[in-house]
């Protein structure tokens, strides 16, 4: 059976986990189901100096992240 990149990372504690997160991160190429996630990032934190302006432009044209960096 394929593991999940979430499976190799944390190795055993994986067992420890709600079955249903457990569900969420098997996921692998063929696992044959997805997780759609939604919401809205009010900020981000931390990363290199030298991609704020990147991350700055991408949300401008709305490509990704917020406007407000921390």
């Known amino acids: 059976m394929m ?5 190799r ?3 055993d504690a994986y067992g420890k986990l709600h079955p249903l997160l457990q569900r969420k991160f098997s996921l692998h190429s063929g ?3 997805k ?3 939604e919401g809205t990032m009010n900020s981000i934190q931390g990363g290199k100096s030298w991609m704020k302006p990147l991350f ?3 949300a401008r044209r709305h490509l990704f992240f917020s406007r407000t960096w921390s």
């Open 9 to 11: 990372a944390l190795g």
């Open 35 to 37: 997780t759609v996630g």
């Open 3 to 7: 593991m999940s990149i979430y499976e």
């Open 31 to 33: 696992s044959g189901f």
């Open 56 to 58: 700055t432009l991408g």
